[in-house]
C-alpha cells in the first residue's frame, strides 16, 4: 500500500526538475511513496528523465495547463491515503517524506504547509523574489494556525482534498483559494516549519519582474472572488498606488521576524523587491482592465 503520493506539476522546467526528483527518490524512509509527474510542456521533452528515474509515473498533457490543474488530474492518479505537494523548481530535504507523513498521524482532517528556505542565497534577484513570495515560511518560525500555506510544500489526505473540490484553475494563487475554501469549511491549516524544502528562486530580473507582474494580476482577481487582506484595493484604481508602500511594510514585518541574515537580505535587495513591487501593482492593474 502507498503511504504518500507526491505530485509536481511542471512546464517547460526541464533545468531543474532533475534536482527536484534526485532530492525525492534520494530519501531514506519508512514510508512507501509514488512520485507523479504531471507534464504540459511545449518545449521541452520529458521522456529524457525515464532511464533515470524508471519508478517516475508521467502523465503527459497535450496542452499548456495550470499548476492547480494538473495537481488536480495528479491526484486523481494518486493511489495513496496522503497527497503531497512540490514544484519542479524546489529540492526537498533528505527527511521531508518521513517528517510530512509522521505529521499527519498526529492530527486529523488537517491542511500542513511546510517552510520554504532560500535556494539562490547568492543571487540578489533570487533574494528578492523568496523575500517577496515566502517570508511567510521561512524555516525558523514556530509551528502555528495559517491562513494560507505555499503550495510548493503542502500536503493534505486525498480525501479531505476531493471534499475541499481540489484547486481552482488559476495561473497564480490557486493556493490562496484553496486554503480558503479549507477555512471557510472549518479545516485546520497548520504550518510546520520542520517539513522543509528550498525554493530555486528565479535569478534573470526579467523573469522575476514578469513573473512578479502575473502574482499581482492572479492577486487582483482572487480578491475579487473572495474576501482576502487587501480585498478594498480592488473597489478602485486609484487605490493601486498604496499597494508599493502597503507590500514593503508588509514584506519588512514578515522578515524581520527571521534571524538577521533575514533582515540583511531584505535591505541588500530592497530596490529589486521594489521593482518588483511596482510590476505587481502593474499586474493588478491590468485585473481592472480584463
Not at 74 to 80: C, M, P, Q, W
Not at 96 to 117: C, F, M
Not at 124 to 134: K, M, P, Q, S
Not at 138 to 164: G, H, W
Request: hydrophobic share 40%.
Amino acid at each position: 500500500m502507498i503511504d504518500i503520493s507526491i505530485i509536481i506539476p511542471s512546464y517547460n522546467n526541464l533545468s531543474t526538475i532533475g534536482n527536484c526528483l534526485d532530492s525525492i527518490f534520494s530519501q531514506q524512509t519508512k514510508y512507501k511513496y509514488e512520485v507523479i509527474l504531471v507534464d504540459s510542456s511545449d518545449k521541452e521533452d520529458y521522456s529524457v528523465l525515464a532511464p533515470k528515474f524508471p519508478e517516475l509515473k508521467m502523465i503527459k498533457l497535450n496542452q499548456r495547463t495550470y499548476p492547480g490543474t494538473a495537481r488536480n488530474i495528479g491526484v486523481k492518479a494518486a493511489k495513496g491515503k496522503l497527497i503531497a505537494f512540490t514544484d519542479s523548481d524546489c529540492i526537498v530535504f533528505p527527511d521531508w517524506i518521513n517528517s510530512t507523513v509522521d505529521e499527519h498521524k498526529k492530527r486529523d482532517e488537517i491542511l500542513i504547509g511546510g517552510a520554504v528556505a532560500n535556494g539562490t542565497p547568492h543571487n540578489l534577484v533570487g533574494i528578492a523574489e523568496y523575500v517577496l513570495e515566502f517570508s511567510d515560511f521561512i524555516p525558523q518560525k514556530n509551528v502555528r494556525s495559517m491562513r494560507v500555506v505555499a503550495s510548493c510544500n503542502l500536503s493534505i489526505s486525498k480525501k479531505l482534498f476531493l471534499q475541499a473540490g481540489g484547486f481552482e484553475d488559476f495561473i497564480t494563487n490557486e493556493d490562496v483559494l484553496f486554503s480558503s475554501v479549507l477555512n471557510e469549511k472549518g479545516v485546520n491549516i497548520c504550518f510546520v516549519p520542520n517539513i522543509k524544502i528550498y525554493h530555486v528562486n528565479r535569478c534573470n530580473l526579467w523573469k522575476f519582474l514578469k513573473n512578479q507582474e502575473n502574482l499581482g494580476y492572479g492577486s487582483y482577481k482572487i480578491r475579487k472572488i473572495k474576501k482576502q487582506p487587501g480585498s478594498f484595493l480592488t473597489k478602485s484604481r486609484l487605490l493601486i498606488p498604496l499597494i508599493i508602500p502597503i507590500r514593503i511594510l508588509t514584506t519588512f514585518r514578515k522578515i524581520s521576524r527571521g534571524k538577521a541574515n533575514c533582515l540583511l537580505q531584505f535591505f541588500v535587495s530592497f530596490p529589486i523587491i521594489l521593482a518588483g513591487i511596482i510590476f505587481y501593482s502593474k499586474g493588478f492593474f491590468k485585473g481592472f482592465t480584463k
